[in-house]
């Protein structure tokens, strides 16, 4: 693409639109806007406009944007050394290990694989479940849940629980059923040739739904009792986000394996494999690898996240600032709302009518960010940073969104009856 001339006049350049479809694979909808900066839970487009923004690039940016320590320590690490390869160690890739195998309860039995992305994470964990075959090697099936996302690698791909997605590019990697997020569907399913059970706590991409009561601790059941791993994915859950370090924490259980990625690195690119037990001697030298997974830059930048999470209780904050944001949407008295699902800071508004990209689009024109994970929810993922005064703009920017959305229904004579008044 010819660069810009900054002596041009402004309206003979380009717009960023234009660029951007013009060098963009175009694998995603077209962006919503050019932002520029950051600085806790706001952001900022090219023309200034601001924006609370209530999504963390999708659960990503825990401490928010531009957080002070978290620059500090990926300053601090590009100066000094970014990239070695695995050929050598570095210290903050070891203390980060070291860090999850502490605050997971896996201990000195739990080893770390690091890598870039939560579909490199759920990748690892494929493989490890493939090793999992037993003594006499029957143990040849994976089970994961309808509805479930678990990346768009293929292997993470034949894990995801949506036919449509995998359709364009089949054949996937097999072994992998899928089946009802049920406790029949569980006790029907899970037997001596199981090698590995995947769940996520949430589903988050399915609209941020909660698993049956009692699931997660009889899946550890079955997985025990019949030698399979438990094999949770937490990317999007994890790292204090549903109000506990790790979701299962709020079932009383321990997976066989973990994986990790969004807010562990704040924002930069970094996955992880956690096991626990035997499950960390299955994989060996040479059965697995990376070019860029742990290295000294990404690995400081966990480090700084964990450190200020820990430090300043994040998991607790998610779980009081979620419990006012519950009372809060359900305060509205909308006839849009139904109810709201998940934990801590991982919350999707339920919705009676299909509006929601409708909804999250009027968010976006009153100044604030969610998203549309399908048509009848709204998903909030914000930093878990935020406090009194984010939790009170969410109110009146999305009371405004709502009162767009339910006033243009009832114009066009839609059964919606009113709108929500947008407190202030």
Not at 246 to 251: D, V
Request: charged content about 15%; proline content about 6%.
């Amino acid at each position: 693409m010819t660069p810009i001339d900054p002596a041009q006049p402004e309206s003979a350049a380009p717009a960023w639109p234009q660029r951007y479809a013009g060098a963009i694979m175009p694998t995603f909808a077209p962006p919503l806007a050019l932002l520029v900066r950051g600085a806790g839970c706001y952001v900022w487009d090219d023309a200034g406009t601001e924006y609370l923004d209530f999504l963390a690039g999708i659960a990503v940016t825990a401490l928010g944007h531009a957080h002070p320590e978290l620059v500090a320590a990926v300053t601090a690490q590009v100066g000094a050394v970014a990239h070695v390869s695995n050929y050598f160690a570095s210290t903050p890739q070891i203390e980060l290990a070291e860090r999850l195998t502490r605050l997971t309860g896996a201990g000195e039995a739990g080893r770390v694989f690091f890598c870039n992305s939560g579909t490199e994470a759920n990748e690892a964990a494929f493989k490890l479940a493939r090793l999992n075959v037993g003594e006499t090697g029957k143990r040849t099936r994976m089970i994961t849940l309808t509805d479930s996302f678990h990346g768009r690698t293929m292997g993470a791909l034949a894990l995801s629980g949506k036919p449509a997605m995998r359709a364009p590019f089949l054949p996937v990697p097999g072994g992998v059923e899928h089946i009802a997020p049920t406790l029949a569907a569980l006790e029907a399913a899970i037997d001596d040739t199981v090698a590995a059970l995947f769940l996520e706590p949430v589903q988050g991409e399915a609209g941020v739904i909660d698993l049956p009561e009692g699931f997660l601790r009889r899946a550890r059941e079955l997985c025990t009792e019949h030698g399979a791993l438990l094999i949770l994915d937490e990317i999007q859950t994890g790292i204090g986000r549903t109000g506990a370090m790790f979701a299962y924490e709020h079932a009383g259980i321990q997976p066989d394996a973990l994986t990790l990625a969004k807010g562990l690195g704040g924002g930069l690119p970094i996955g992880a494999l956690v096991t626990f037990g035997a499950a960390s001697t299955l994989l060996q030298r040479g059965q697995h690898g990376t070019t860029f997974g742990g290295n000294p830059l990404v690995t400081a930048a966990g480090n700084a996240v964990l450190g200020v999470i820990e430090r300043d209780d994040l998991a607790g904050n998610a779980a009081r600032r979620g419990a006012e944001l519950r009372e809060l949407i359900l305060g509205f008295d909308s006839p849009l709302i139904s109810g709201v699902r998940g934990r801590g800071l991982l919350l999707g508004i339920a919705l009676t009518q299909p509006v929601a990209v409708e909804l999250a689009a009027a968010a976006f024109a009153a100044g604030l960010i969610v998203n549309a994970p399908n048509p009848l929810t709204i998903r909030l993922a914000p930093p878990l940073i935020v406090g009194d005064a984010e939790v009170a703009e969410f109110e009146r920017r999305f009371g405004r969104a709502l009162a767009v959305v339910t006033n243009a229904h009832a114009a066009a004579g839609a059964s919606v009856a009113q709108a929500p008044v947008a407190r202030s």
